[in-house]
């Protein structure tokens, strides 16, 4: 069974910086298939529907990013630790969320940006900017 579990969340001030950690436990699959898998980031914050923040590809070959995040915010993979991390840098309170890590074994080559292509997930972690 997969299991994804996050950290790295908390407090910061505006202009901070902050990385998330993901670890993914259980994943089965061939060497064909695994490079498909997708480890994504979303976020949500309170009254705000859920939305995807970034993206990457286990085979590492793609990566995508929310608009709001691009410049600002890295997705990374280690896959030899079955770890995915979110370098947020220059955050805002508008960056405030829950943050949680997901896993998608669907088939496609470019990084699924809808939850809906995700099936595994993990319970996310606070991310709280003050100004």
């Known amino acids: 069974q997969v299991q994804l579990v996050e950290s790295g969340g908390g407090m910061v001030q505006a202009g901070g910086s902050l990385r998330l950690s993901c670890v993914v436990s259980g994943l089965t699959g061939s060497s064909v298939t695994m490079p498909y898998n997708t480890v994504g980031w979303f976020r949500q914050a309170p009254g705000k529907e859920r939305e995807v923040v970034a993206g990457i590809k286990w085979s590492g070959s793609r990566s995508s990013y929310a608009d709001s995040v691009k410049g600002r915010f890295t997705i990374s993979r280690d896959n030899a630790k079955n770890m995915v991390y979110l370098r947020m840098r220059s955050l805002t309170p508008e960056d405030s969320a829950v943050y949680s890590c997901?896993?998608?074994?669907?088939?496609?080559?470019?990084?699924?940006?809808?939850?809906?292509?995700?099936?595994?997930w993990g319970q996310g972690t606070q991310v709280t900017v003050s100004s």
């Open positions: 997901a896993l998608s074994t669907s088939l496609t080559v470019v990084v699924p940006t809808t939850s809906n292509f995700y099936n595994s």
